[in-house]
Structures are given as structure tokens and as C-alpha cells.
């Protein structure tokens, strides 16, 4: 992307022109006639994902002409920039500078952009073009222009401390960095490198929002980005692969006898089967965009292991002495072996400080959804009634502890808290009474069967790749939910392309989807095929034929392709948020996910799981039905 652009200079130039025809308005006014500069035009849809992946702010040479920015297009999709900006002014009205895309800026997938402050000075330093400069030095680079609603001055990066800034086409944040003694964005901040080194994301697509995402890069290399890390995770063997599930705010010790907010702690627990990640998910106390309690980031690479907890305390080391050993994670550095959790400042920029009279405690999603909350005493944010507010010593306890009605029910005073651990054990049902047997002649007693445990994730249940009629019309596959609460599918895709970037399909589910508490879900690929053969309307669609069926939209970053089940061997993987894999199954001539892989069946036949709600891993999980009747099974 970073080669000297030849006529695109004169592109721009008759862009800008058309543009500055249209955009351009006459108002009058008693002193006489003003000219108003609009800003391009405002999207209002979720932006590709932009991301700034390196800031070189204290070049070798001359300030700041030596200076630059690089910018990486993570999607599969090309980018359209014009309605970007970037600069060091952080707000608007700011004395520093912004600067806005020239019309028709284009980014392909998963390629990275330069721009210069000064392009000369960058190609004398580095013996290529930047794709952009701020200020103008060579006729065939394209240079970027002020964007004075938001700013009027000029860029020139502190090396002390100061800020990047991404705007998106609706003038909101798509991403940005401070370092040094600017803890604007990011508190703390990004550590500031030595002279003539950048500032570079790492791994280049992780971005937690928090200066873990940062390092310093003693060798820049403008323009070069590589985006394998995260590759897609590998379907799990033996060892777990942290993935993305349920967390659940499981215990709140709000009300510690000692020292407030020192000795307060709360604690999360994965009732998943699988290992899941907290990379990028926060806790705090405060409810809303803004407000001056604390919200806080995970640190990447967090997860928690399967059906475990971890906990947060305020302060580690007041953890430590009282409890015996010390925390999973801190919100003030106390112990130098405990990872801390970094202030999230797009949420709020205060201190968590849990009040014993009534407040809450939040779980945000990587995109700030609300994932789970608690409320106590005069706060109904959660609960309402809300649950009663502890006394000294006692904390608030999920129970059980997978347990997830969103109500007050869910949750108990406990009066011996325990940290880290939860209380697994089944509610005491009462006895009912049974008449008494008379002693007969003993039967022989049966040798127990050990019933495996249910899945603690969603499953693929069962997959029709062969139909008897057209295909792929005629495909379908199952998905069952085996827990005892309701799944959002917001952020779920299922589809056979086995890999990121690969030509099969991938496709996401509507929003605000969602699957019962042991419920079945249809996706067809053909709605009218599907209700035509089997007398009834699927729950989802691929291709958009019956008008009251919800269509599964293709996942582009992903794949572009369809899906077009191969009856000799292909692949059906199910992927969660962040794109983890949640279930897979392979078949005949693939063993991509099961090796040995699931058995070929004959056309009209589908694979089945059986039991429908156990998860070996392995082509055991799995049998021929001849008879399929969507959605439920024959064989549970």
C-alpha cells in the first residue's frame, strides 16, 4: 500500500473539486456572506474495524516533519477513509490538529496505511512514499485536510505526552492512544519509548483498550502489519482453548469490616465446560456512559479456566493479609505479581468505591453490551425490588452459582464468604413422603450407568447435507441449547467455512436472536424448500424466501462465500463472539475437527447427535439417522 501514488494526486484533486462543489453553502448573514465548510457524510452503521497500529512521535531527525501514523484495515472488506479523521486534538474545539481523508481514500482488506506528517522527510528516512501527509511537500502524495469543525491547528506529537485520535464518519472515537503523562484515552498510559522508536500495537489486532495493547518498537516498519495474531484458535483437543461464554458476576463483598474500599472484592465464575476469555470484557460500578464511579479493563490474555472463579479485589495486598492468599486481580497496583486491571476512560473515569447502602456492580461486553449486574439495597438498576443490602462481614452470593434469571432471586446473603470458591452443590429439595414398602424377596440390584454430563455451550445437533431433493436447497442443520437458561445468539455464526479468509461461508445470526433454555433452532437454507418438504417453516434461513423467517446474514469478515455442504466430506463450525469456535463437526473425506472424522450417510439421511446434549469431541458424539424429523431427534 505504501508506494508512491503517480496521478493519484490528480484524482484527489478533481474529487476535492466536486466535492468542494457540493459542499460548499452560501449563508447570508447581516455582515455579509459566509462560507460554511460541512464535513463529509456522517455514518451512522458500525464502522469496519479501523484500528491505529503504530505512532513514531519522537523521530531521529526533525520534529515534526520526521513524525507519522499507521492505520490498519482489520475487515475483509475495503474501507472507505473519507470520512475518517485522525489527529492529536482531543477534543473538539481543541487547539491541536485534526485531519480528514481527501474524497475517494480508499483501504483494501487487511492492509495498513501511512501517513506522514511531512512525505519527503519520510522518504528520505525510510526510501518509500507514505500513502498520506498532514502538510504538503510532494505534488503526488496525497495530502490530508483540516478538519475545522473539530480543530485548527497543526499536529505536532508531544514526546512527553499527548494523544492519537480516530474519528469515524459520526465524529465519534474509533479508536485511540495517549502515552507519556497523557492518561486521556488510556490510564494508565502507553509507556513513552526512547528516541527513534514507535509506539506499535502488539499483537497487532488485540485491542483491549488499555495500554497492555502497546509496546515499543526499537525498529519501525511503517506500513508493515501482521495480522496472524490471533489466528483463528484451533478446534480443542485435550487442552482447552480459552473461548468466549458465559461469565457471571458470581459474589460481592461490598460491606468488609476493615478498611473501605481497600479490603472489597467481588468475583466472576465461567460455568462453561471450556476455558473463557476476559480479554477485553470490564467491571465497575458505574451504570452509565460518563458518571464518575469506576469501570474497569481486563487485561489481555485474561481468562478464566472451566466451571472456575477468579477474583477481583480493590487492593491485593489488603486481600492477601485478610483472606490468607492473594487475588486473581487488583484495581490498585499493591502486588507486584497480580495482574491490575487498567481504568476504562470511554466509560467513566473514577474509582470503584461500593457504597453499603445501595449501588451496583456492571459486566460489560468488549463492545460495552451489558453481560450481567447486580443491585443492592436503594439501587433498582439491576433488581427490582432490589436485593437487601448486607451487613459488616457478609457478602452477596449467586446461588447456585450458574443460576441466571436476571432477578433478585438469583442471589443470596452470605454470611461466611469465600472467595474463589462457589457453592456447587444442588439446592436441598423437600422430601416428599412415600408409603411404606413391605420387605418381599430382593430383585437383583442394577450396576449404575454413568450419564455423561451436559455440554455447557451450544451445540450443533444435527446436519442434513445429503437431501434427497435439490441441493443446497434442501440442506439444513440443528442447533440445541443444553443449558437451563436462554442463549443470545447476538454475535453467534455458523456456516462450513473452517478457517478466516477461506472461500466457503460464514453467517451471523439477526440481533436479538435467541435460543431457550433446552430449545432446538432450524436453520434452513432454503425456507420455502424446507416448509415445502417437511410441512413446517424453519427457524432461520440462509437465503431469504419466506418473508416471515429471519434471514442469517453473510459474516464477510470471515468468508464471502455460501455455504455448500460437500456429501463426501466437509465441515460445519459454529463460532461465538470475537469469532472463538463454540462446536464443530466434520464428516466422510474431512477431518478438519473430528479425526477420525463423522461417518458418510446415504442421501435423505442426516447426521445426528446423540445424546443430544454430550460433547466428546470425538465422531462418537455422532450417528446415522435415516428418519430425520427436524428439529427434535428420534434417538433422545
Same mark, same amino acid.
Given at each position: 500500500?505504501?508506494?508512491?501514488?503517480?496521478?493519484?494526486?490528480?484524482?484527489?484533486?478533481?474529487?476535492?473539486?466536486?466535492?468542494?462543489?457540493?459542499?460548499?453553502?452560501?449563508?447570508?448573514?447581516?455582515?455579509?456572506?459566509?462560507?460554511?465548510?460541512?464535513?463529509?457524510?456522517?455514518?451512522?452503521?458500525?464502522?469496519?474495524?479501523?484500528?491505529?497500529?503504530?505512532?513514531?512521535?519522537?523521530?531521529?531527525?526533525?520534529?515534526?516533519?520526521?513524525? @507519522?501514523?499507521?492505520?490498519?484495515?482489520?475487515?475483509?472488506?475495503?474501507?472507505?477513509?473519507?470520512?475518517?479523521?485522525?489527529?492529536?486534538?482531543?477534543?473538539?474545539?481543541?487547539?491541536?490538529?485534526?485531519?480528514?481523508?481527501?474524497?475517494?481514500?480508499?483501504?483494501?482488506?487487511?492492509?495498513?496505511?501511512?501517513?506522514?506528517?511531512?512525505?519527503?522527510?519520510?522518504?528520505?528516512?525510510?526510501?518509500?512514499?507514505?500513502?498520506?501527509?498532514?502538510?504538503?511537500?510532494?505534488?503526488?502524495?496525497?495530502?490530508?485536510?483540516?478538519?475545522?469543525?473539530?480543530?485548527?491547528?497543526?499536529?505536532?506529537?508531544?514526546?512527553?505526552?499527548?494523544?492519537?485520535?480516530?474519528?469515524?464518519?459520526?465524529?465519534?472515537?474509533?479508536?485511540?492512544?495517549?502515552?507519556?503523562?497523557?492518561?486521556?484515552?488510556?490510564?494508565?498510559?502507553?509507556?513513552?519509548?526512547?528516541?527513534?522508536?514507535?509506539?506499535?500495537?502488539?499483537?497487532?489486532?488485540?485491542?483491549?483498550?488499555?495500554?497492555?495493547?502497546?509496546?515499543?518498537?526499537?525498529?519501525?516498519?511503517?506500513?508493515?502489519?501482521?495480522?496472524?495474531?490471533?489466528?483463528?484458535?484451533?478446534?480443542?483437543?485435550?487442552?482447552?482453548?480459552?473461548?468466549?461464554?458465559?461469565?457471571?458476576?458470581?459474589?460481592?463483598?461490598?460491606?468488609?469490616?476493615?478498611?473501605?474500599?481497600?479490603?472489597? @472484592?467481588?468475583?466472576?465464575?465461567?460455568?462453561?465446560?471450556?476455558?473463557?476469555?476476559?480479554?477485553?470484557?470490564?467491571?465497575?460500578?458505574?451504570?452509565?456512559?460518563?458518571?464518575?464511579?469506576?469501570?474497569?479493563?481486563?487485561?489481555?490474555?485474561?481468562?478464566?479456566?472451566?466451571?472456575?472463579?477468579?477474583?477481583?479485589?480493590?487492593?491485593?495486598?489488603?486481600?492477601?493479609?485478610?483472606?490468607?492468599?492473594?487475588?486473581?486481580?487488583?484495581?490498585?497496583?499493591?502486588?507486584?505479581?497480580?495482574?491490575?486491571?487498567?481504568?476504562?476512560?470511554?466509560?467513566?473515569?473514577?474509582?470503584?468505591?461500593?457504597?453499603?447502602?445501595?449501588?451496583?456492580?456492571?459486566?460489560?461486553?468488549?463492545?460495552?453490551?451489558?453481560?450481567?449486574?447486580?443491585?443492592?439495597?436503594?439501587?433498582?438498576?439491576?433488581?427490582?425490588?432490589?436485593?437487601?443490602?448486607?451487613?459488616?462481614?457478609?457478602?452477596?452470593?449467586?446461588?447456585?452459582?450458574?443460576?441466571?434469571?436476571?432477578?433478585?432471586?438469583?442471589?443470596?446473603?452470605?454470611?461466611?464468604?469465600?472467595?474463589?470458591?462457589?457453592?456447587?452443590?444442588?439446592?436441598?429439595?423437600?422430601?416428599?413422603?412415600?408409603?411404606?414398602?413391605?420387605?418381599?424377596?430382593?430383585?437383583?440390584?442394577?450396576?449404575?450407568?454413568?450419564?455423561?454430563?451436559?455440554?455447557?455451550?451450544?451445540?450443533?445437533?444435527?446436519?442434513?447435507?445429503?437431501?434427497?431433493?435439490?441441493?443446497?436447497?434442501?440442506?439444513?442443520?440443528?442447533?440445541?441449547?443444553?443449558?437451563?437458561?436462554?442463549?443470545?445468539?447476538?454475535?453467534?455464526?455458523?456456516?462450513?467455512?473452517?478457517?478466516?479468509?477461506?472461500?466457503?461461508?460464514?453467517?451471523?445470526?439477526?440481533?436479538?436472536?435467541?435460543?431457550?433454555?433446552?430449545?432446538?433452532?432450524?436453520?434452513?437454507?432454503?425456507?420455502?424448500?424446507?416448509?415445502?418438504? @417437511?410441512?413446517?417453516?424453519?427457524?432461520?434461513?440462509?437465503?431469504?424466501?419466506?418473508?416471515?423467517?429471519?434471514?442469517?446474514?453473510?459474516?464477510?469478515?470471515?468468508?464471502?462465500?455460501?455455504?455448500?455442504?460437500?456429501?463426501?466430506?466437509?465441515?460445519?463450525?459454529?463460532?461465538?463472539?470475537?469469532?472463538?469456535?463454540?462446536?464443530?463437526?466434520?464428516?466422510?473425506?474431512?477431518?478438519?475437527?473430528?479425526?477420525?472424522?463423522?461417518?458418510?450417510?446415504?442421501?435423505?439421511?442426516?447426521?445426528?447427535?446423540?445424546?443430544?446434549?454430550?460433547?466428546?469431541?470425538?465422531?462418537?458424539?455422532?450417528?446415522?439417522?435415516?428418519?430425520?424429523?427436524?428439529?427434535?431427534?428420534?434417538?433422545?
Amino acid at each position: 500500500m505504501c508506494n508512491r501514488p503517480g496521478q493519484q494526486k490528480i484524482m484527489f484533486i478533481a474529487g476535492s473539486l466536486l466535492f468542494a462543489a457540493a459542499f460548499f453553502v452560501s449563508l447570508s448573514a447581516a455582515q455579509g456572506t459566509w462560507r460554511v465548510y460541512l464535513p463529509l457524510v456522517t455514518r451512522r452503521d458500525p464502522p469496519p474495524p479501523l484500528l491505529i497500529t503504530e505512532v513514531l512521535f519522537d523521530p531521529s531527525g526533525d520534529e515534526p516533519a520526521g513524525e @507519522w501514523v499507521e492505520l490498519y484495515n482489520a475487515s475483509t472488506s475495503p474501507l472507505d477513509l473519507s470520512a475518517y479523521k485522525v489527529g492529536d486534538a482531543e477534543s473538539a474545539g481543541k487547539g491541536e490538529g485534526m485531519y480528514q481523508f481527501p474524497p475517494g481514500a480508499q483501504l483494501p482488506p487487511q492492509s495498513a496505511v501511512v501517513v506522514a506528517n511531512n512525505a519527503v522527510a519520510f522518504q528520505v528516512a525510510y526510501g518509500f512514499w507514505p500513502d498520506y501527509e498532514f502538510n504538503e511537500s510532494d505534488p503526488f502524495v496525497p495530502t490530508m485536510r483540516k478538519y475545522l469543525w473539530w480543530a485548527s491547528g497543526n499536529i505536532n506529537l508531544s514526546n512527553t505526552g499527548d494523544e492519537i485520535l480516530l474519528l469515524d464518519g459520526s465524529d465519534q472515537p474509533a479508536d485511540a492512544l495517549s502515552w507519556g503523562s497523557s492518561r486521556i484515552f488510556l490510564d494508565p498510559s502507553a509507556s513513552r519509548p526512547p528516541e527513534g522508536s514507535s509506539l506499535e500495537r502488539y499483537p497487532a489486532l488485540e485491542d483491549s483498550n488499555t495500554a497492555a495493547d502497546w509496546r515499543a518498537q526499537s525498529q519501525p516498519n511503517p506500513g508493515q502489519v501482521d495480522p496472524r495474531y490471533p489466528t483463528p484458535t484451533p478446534w480443542p483437543t485435550a487442552t482447552a482453548t480459552p473461548a468466549v461464554g458465559r461469565v457471571l458476576l458470581s459474589e460481592v463483598y461490598l460491606h468488609p469490616p476493615e478498611s473501605e474500599p481497600a479490603a472489597e @472484592w467481588l468475583e466472576l465464575y465461567n460455568p462453561e465446560a471450556y476455558a473463557v476469555t476476559l480479554s477485553s470484557l470490564k467491571v465497575g460500578d458505574e451504570e452509565s456512559i460518563g458518571g464518575g464511579e469506576g469501570m474497569y479493563a481486563f487485561p489481555a490474555g485474561s481468562l478464566i479456566p472451566p466451571q472456575s472463579a477468579v477474583v477481583v479485589a480493590v487492593q491485593g495486598a489488603v486481600f492477601s493479609d485478610t483472606w490468607g492468599f492473594a487475588p486473581d486481580y487488583e484495581l490498585v497496583d499493591t502486588l507486584p505479581d497480580v495482574p491490575d486491571l487498567a481504568k476504562y476512560a470511554p466509560w467513566a473515569g473514577g474509582s470503584l468505591n461500593l457504597s453499603n447502602s445501595g449501588d451496583e456492580v456492571l459486566l460489560l461486553a468488549w463492545d460495552d453490551s451489558l453481560l450481567d449486574a447486580v443491585s443492592w439495597g436503594s439501587s433498582t438498576f439491576a433488581f427490582d425490588p432490589a436485593l437487601p443490602a448486607p451487613s459488616a462481614g457478609e457478602s452477596l452470593e449467586r446461588y447456585p452459582p450458574a443460576a441466571d434469571t436476571d432477578t433478585a432471586g438469583d442471589w443470596r446473603l452470605q454470611g461466611n464468604p469465600a472467595p474463589g470458591q462457589v457453592d456447587t452443590t444442588a439446592p436441598t429439595a423437600t422430601p416428599v413422603p412415600t408409603s411404606t414398602i413391605t420387605p418381599g424377596t430382593p430383585t437383583a440390584t442394577p450396576t449404575p450407568t454413568a450419564t455423561p454430563a451436559p455440554a455447557g455451550h451450544l451445540l450443533v445437533a444435527a446436519v442434513l447435507y445429503d437431501p434427497a431433493g435439490s441441493e443446497p436447497d434442501g440442506e439444513w442443520l440443528v442447533l440445541h441449547n443444553p443449558l437451563t437458561v436462554s442463549v443470545s445468539l447476538d454475535g453467534y455464526k455458523v456456516g462450513d467455512e473452517e478457517q478466516a479468509g477461506g472461500s466457503e461461508g460464514m453467517y451471523a445470526f439477526p440481533v436479538s436472536s435467541t435460543l431457550e433454555a433446552g430449545g432446538y433452532a432450524v436453520i434452513a437454507h432454503d425456507g420455502a424448500v424446507f416448509s415445502a418438504t @417437511w410441512g413446517f417453516a424453519p427457524d432461520y434461513e440462509l437465503v431469504d424466501t419466506l418473508p416471515g423467517v429471519p434471514d442469517l446474514q453473510k459474516y464477510t469478515p470471515w468468508s464471502g462465500g455460501s455455504v455448500q455442504l460437500g456429501n463426501s466430506g466437509d465441515e460445519v463450525l459454529l463460532l461465538g463472539p470475537y469469532d472463538a469456535p463454540v462446536d464443530a463437526l466434520s464428516w466422510g473425506n474431512s477431518s478438519v475437527f473430528l479425526d477420525p472424522p463423522a461417518p458418510d450417510v446415504a442421501q435423505g439421511h442426516s447426521l445426528e447427535r446423540y445424546p443430544p446434549d454430550v460433547d466428546s469431541d470425538t465422531a462418537a458424539d455422532w450417528r446415522d439417522q435415516p428418519a430425520p424429523t427436524p428439529p427434535h431427534t428420534l434417538l433422545e
